[in-house]
């Protein structure tokens, strides 16, 4: 079945510093990929999806690049905020899926000033 | 405009109790899902709904049961309440059923059973 591993957290950085948090996958067919993060007390928004190999999909500094022959999908980002602070997470949706999101566990981010 | 939104937000109960909580999404989107996120944040899918029609049911004890009364709501009722039950409950909503749809979550819903 489909699945998603992403780097166990929490990460703790300081503020201008640059973020990785890996993510790799198991899926049926061509999965299209996720990021989505989790401010405290709110729900889950979508950050930025990738639906085919090498792909970039980015938003509000942060990228992340569909790779097939890795099967990985890593997020990055230059320069993290205090406003960064939240729990991200990989996630991917494939036709082997039955159409839903499969997540991974979910990576702890706090930016320290 | 609120696009997925749940009620209540905050849920605390008694062991036993039989409860509900509500999801409307004014999107247009035609498949609606409850997912369940645990207390270490690990999120799972429950349920899926395309146009009122079960579509995914994932192992969920029976106590546990979807009702869709029109494609704009997927409301979920939870039968004699177990304190294993508590979690954050996420109602999502995607446009269809297709791999590249994107999926729409509401603020979720914290269910606490003392």
């Known amino acids: 079945g489909d699945s998603v591993t992403q780097m166990e957290g929490p990460v703790t950085l300081s503020e201008e510093a640059f973020l990785t948090i890996n993510c790799t996958y198991t899926?049926?067919?061509?999965?299209?990929l996720f990021w989505y993060v989790q401010y405290p007390g709110e729900g889950l928004q979508l950050l930025l999806k990738a639906t085919k190999a090498d792909d970039k999909g980015s938003n509000k500094g942060f990228e992340a690049t569909y790779r097939k022959e890795t099967t990985s999908f890593h997020l990055e980002k230059g320069s993290v905020q205090v406003s960064d602070s939240a729990v991200y997470f990989c996630a991917l949706r494939s036709s082997g899926s039955a159409r839903q999101l499969t997540f991974g566990s979910g990576t702890q981010l706090t930016v320290l000033p | 405009d609120t696009a997925v939104s749940q009620t209540p937000k905050y849920l605390v109960t008694q062991m036993g109790n039989d409860k509900s909580i509500k999801c409307e999404q004014n999107?247009?989107?035609?498949?609606m899902y409850w997912y369940k996120q645990d207390s270490k944040k690990f999120l799972k899918i429950m349920f899926s709904?395309?146009?009122?029609?079960?579509?995914i049911n994932e192992t969920v004890p029976n106590r546990f049961s979807p009702k869709s009364p029109d494609k704009a709501h997927l409301n979920l009722h939870i039968n004699s309440l177990e304190l294993g039950d508590s979690a954050v409950y996420f109602c999502?909503?995607?446009?269809?059923?297709?791999?590249?749809?994107?999926?729409?979550f509401g603020p979720g819903t914290r269910l606490t059973v003392l």
């Open positions: 999502a909503s995607t446009l269809g059923t297709g791999v590249l749809d994107t999926q729409y």
């Open positions: 999107l247009g989107h035609d498949t």
């Open positions: 899926a049926t067919g061509y999965p299209s």
């Open positions: 709904y395309n146009n009122k029609e079960l579509i």
